[in-house]
């Protein structure tokens, strides 16, 4: 099952608000594709990078999303 962009967006939300971390300004939301090769042959799924407030420095969000399963790779609160 792929993620849309909403769903990688609402489940950044949903861990942001989780943490207490603030979500605002601009969003800016990323499909990193990976080529058929490294999928098969080594297991890496494409991934969803969502980061909040990308206009200015501190306060950033930053969530990395399996496409496949939607669970969270990785995320990080950045406040200044």
């Not at 306060?59 to 496409?67: K, L, Y």
Request: hydrophobic share 40%.
């Amino acid at each position: 099952m792929s993620m849309t962009r909403e769903d990688a967006i609402d489940t950044a939300m949903a861990l942001a608000s989780a943490n207490g971390w603030p979500w605002k300004g601009r969003v800016d939301v990323v499909l990193h594709k990976r080529n058929w090769f490294v999928k098969w042959l080594m297991g890496k799924p494409d991934l969803w990078s969502v980061t909040t407030n990308t206009e200015f420095l501190g306060n950033n969000v930053t969530v990395v999303i399996d496409n496949d399963t939607g669970n969270v790779v990785s995320s990080g609160y950045s406040p200044r």
